[in-house]
């Protein structure tokens, strides 16, 4: 089975320009958790989507927004980027409470600069 | 109180002993507890869920529940350079869909 897959990789922005990030979870998987992560503050929950819709939401401002498609791939846009925003993007797939399973799994990340 | 807390550690333990790390968790309604294994650069890995008290082994992997007490914690045994990395615990606080992570553990396996 193959596992979550990110797009691109790597990426460098400037100060003010907007980027998005695109995720492909497990086959089956129906749940796409978005988090940033940086070494001062860790793992930080940004939202999931289930079924299309917001399901959760963390603490992050109103330029990080998502959203889901019907085939479950979902992407995560940031708009006027801040050095601050410069981190790892990670999105986790789960079945999301089907079956009573909440495992998530992890795609590979997309490493963000931004100068 | 945060809700999950590990000591950032570093932890170190000489090659072939036996790494203990530990949780505590806040939410006494806490249902579902995983441990993820983090290599520098790479992106978590899920290593071993558990959902029942008691222990739960996977190989060299064994995680240990005690909800009385409110907390969870992973041994690997016979511990490897190969498993020197950060070790993430998630819980999933007040029934939420979404795991609340530590901060993790820095574990290092030295020769």
């Known amino acids: 089975k193959a596992g979550v897959t990110q797009t691109p990789r790597y990426l460098i922005k400037t100060r003010g320009q907007q980027v998005t990030l695109s995720c492909s979870p497990i086959s089956g998987h129906r749940s796409v958790s978005w988090y940033q992560q940086t070494p001062g503050q860790g793992l930080q929950f940004l939202f999931e989507y289930f079924s299309e819709t917001q399901r959760n939401k963390g603490n992050f401002p109103g330029r990080f927004s998502g959203r889901q498609f019907s085939n479950s791939r979902s992407e995560m846009n940031v708009s006027t980027l801040e050095l601050g925003d410069s981190a790892l993007y990670l999105c986790?797939?789960?079945?999301?409470?089907?079956?009573?399973?909440?495992?998530?799994?992890f795609g590979p990340g997309t490493r963000l600069t931004v100068t | 109180q945060k809700e999950v807390e590990q000591n950032s550690g570093p932890l170190s333990v000489p090659e072939g002993a036996i790494a203990s790390l530990n949780c505590t968790y806040s939410?006494?309604?806490?249902?579902?507890f995983f441990w993820y294994r983090q290599y520098s650069g790479k992106s978590p890995e899920l290593i071993m869920s558990i959902y029942s008290n008691g222990d739960k082994e996977d190989g060299r992997f064994t995680a240990q529940l005690n909800k009385a007490s409110q907390y969870v914690s992973l041994l690997i045994r016979d511990s490897q350079p190969s498993d020197s990395a950060t070790y993430l615990c998630?819980?999933?606080?007040?029934?939420?869909?979404?795991?609340?992570f530590g901060r993790g553990t820095s574990l290092i396996v030295h020769p």
């Open positions: 939410d006494r309604g806490s249902q579902s």
């Open positions: 998630a819980v999933n606080v007040g029934g939420s869909y979404i795991p609340t």
């Open positions: 986790a797939s789960s079945l999301g409470g089907q079956f009573n399973s909440y495992e998530q799994y």
